[in-house]
């Protein structure tokens, strides 16, 4: 069984490996990586020599240039703060937030808590738990304020502030934008231009790509996608597909890459059979089309994985759709200790198991840990 390999997104989604890169040209060459933990900190891993978990914290905590924000397609990714203002005018997800706390508690509610919050966050950091402590907001309601507090991010009145306690947690503070961010005046963009150069930083690591690709990536509608395609520096290399030019050939794919639920390298459903062969869709992807945790050998997922363990434990699941030998079992043995060393953890366990599990059969969320009870 063989796959036609488009090595090329081996190459663009910067899984060789094989320059230096900081953390900030990873997420921009990459075309955006979720901001969720774990995936943000094994994403930076397959793709950044030498990476560790503190290079993410400094970037999003210190030296602050980059935002973690739930913008394209309203799931949280990593943004440069350059691009920040691109991506909110091209998306408008501070509206579709907005839109949906009023439905819940009404626009009265909201604007009560906006200006609460304004105030709250004058001069200090504070979690989402404080925040419903002092605001005195439980049950039903605290979905709410959620979506408002993405609202707000969205708007550029908040930002996601201060680290997490371990690469596994996605717990954070908010701060308020204008302290957090200081220096950085947003800027209203025209959204026809800001789709334009969303579309050029996104086919830098996905094209080449159709509009309905780009909708799906950035959740805009696909006139609006397709318009920004045709208003680019892309051309159409074939049938409705765009992509930049001047690219220099690839080399061959080197390598296994122990990739994470929901990595970007594998998110574009309708251009999965790149690196997944449609007799492992099943394992790879679920009904819904979320993708798992896979192991990625040399351009073309091999099988899948499992990340058990705590703060101080890693253990990786692995099992293969194909028989394996030594040689492919010690590539995920050297990947699964650059892992650990990059997350800080000095106890590693790799198990091998037998079989995968069909995702579409399996229950919902089984694609979060593939191989368990295996």
């Known amino acids: 069984m063989t796959l036609e390999l488009d090595i090329e997104q081996w190459h663009r989604q910067l899984l060789q490996r094989n320059r230096k890169l900081s953390v900030v040209e990873g997420v921009v060459n990459a075309g955006g990586l979720y901001s ?7 994403s930076l891993i397959a793709r950044v020599p030498g990476f560790v978990r503190g290079d993410l914290d400094r970037a999003l905590y210190e030296d602050r240039s980059l935002v973690r924000m739930a913008a394209l397609r309203g799931s949280g990714f990593l943004i440069p703060l350059d691009l920040i203002d691109n991506v909110v005018a091209a998306t408008d997800r501070g509206y579709v937030f907005a839109k949906w706390a009023d439905k819940l508690v009404g ?7 906006r200006a609460d919050l304004f105030r709250l966050l004058d001069g200090q950091v504070l979690p989402a738990r404080k925040i419903r402590e002092e605001l005195g907001v439980s049950g039903k309601s605290s979905e709410a304020l959620r979506y408002v507090l993405s609202s707000m991010i969205s708007r550029r009145e908040l930002a996601a502030a201060s680290g997490p306690k371990s690469w596994r947690d996605n717990q954070h503070g908010y701060a ?12 209203q963009v025209d959204p026809t231009m800001a789709r334009i150069e969303v579309a050029e930083w996104y086919l830098q690591g996905h094209g080449p790509a159709t509009a309905g690709d780009f909708a799906w990536f950035a959740g805009m509608k696909e006139a609006n996608a397709q318009a920004a395609l045709e208003g680019s520096a892309a051309v159409e290399v074939g049938d409705g597909w765009f992509d930049l030019l001047d690219r220099k050939p690839p080399a061959d794919p080197d390598g296994l890459r122990l990739l994470p639920v929901w990595d970007t390298a594998l998110v574009r459903q309708e251009q999965w059979r790149r690196m997944v062969h449609e007799d492992h869709y099943r394992f790879v992807y679920d009904a819904s089309g979320n993708v798992t945790s896979s192991i990625v050998r040399d351009g073309a997922v091999v099988g899948v994985w499992d990340r058990g363990g705590d703060n101080d434990r890693l253990v990786v699941k692995a099992a293969f759709f194909e028989p394996a030998g030594r040689g492919m079992k010690k590539l995920v043995d050297d990947e699964a200790a650059v892992v650990a060393r990059a997350v800080g953890v000095s106890d590693l366990e790799v198990e091998f198991v037998s079989s995968v599990v069909d995702l579409h059969a399996a229950s919902r969320n089984r694609f979060m840990s593939p191989l368990s009870g295996s």
């Open 176 to 187: 308020l934008w204008s302290q957090w961010f200081r220096g950085h005046r947003p800027r």
């Open 107 to 113: 626009s009265e509610q909201v604007e009560a808590w």
């Open 36 to 42: 969720t933990a774990p995936t943000s900190y094994l």
